[in-house]
């Protein structure tokens, strides 16, 4: 059963503290998220990317270096905080953040290969995510449960983003393989726990 955590509350400043409070120096992640995110903002200028720069505390991120996933929430929430007006609300705005994550990711080494091995075969590439997201965080567990040939669920626990990160992150990679009829849900589960239900209909040739 999903927590009673509305999307007021979620965008609320006292949820980000509470996300920071459970975190640990040891808690990190790649900074193509870090860049994805400040993509995100790039729309509304430089003082927004200027804006997310300082509240993660650099001047840039590096693609495949580890940064504090403190630093990375301080950005994703000013972020969607900037975005939500131009964006109809601070779900939509996260969500975007999340989407704007994946093109980084995609254009990595790493990332290309899983396209290459994936030949546009959307439940391959979904069944990499677990060993994707092991390289790219430190922290944390995420799983795919198939509940049909072309629907399922992506697990994670003990992840400190929103889900609406993964969402966003996962309508990118659907986009990425011209993947259609897609839908995209999820709910936050647990502290630090996330669910996200996943379905597509065909892919374009």
Known sequence: MALNLDTKDLGARQELERRLALATPSDTMRGFFFNGALAAVRELGDEAVKH?????????FTGFFRYPV??????IY???WLLQEARGGFEAAMRHVGYMAAPPYLAS????????VNQKNPRLLINSQPTAYRAAVSYGECEIVWTGPQSGLLLTRHDFMPHLIHQGALL?????????NVRVDGHQVGALDNEVSFSWGETRS
């Open 109 to 116: 080494a790493v990332g290309r290969a899983l396209l290459l």
């Open 172 to 180: 990118a990679l659907f986009d990425a393989m011209g993947t259609r």
């Open 52 to 60: 997310c720069l300082e509240a993660g505390g650099e001047t840039s």
């Open 78 to 80: 000013t972020a969607a």
């Open 70 to 75: 403190t630093a990375y929430l301080r950005v």
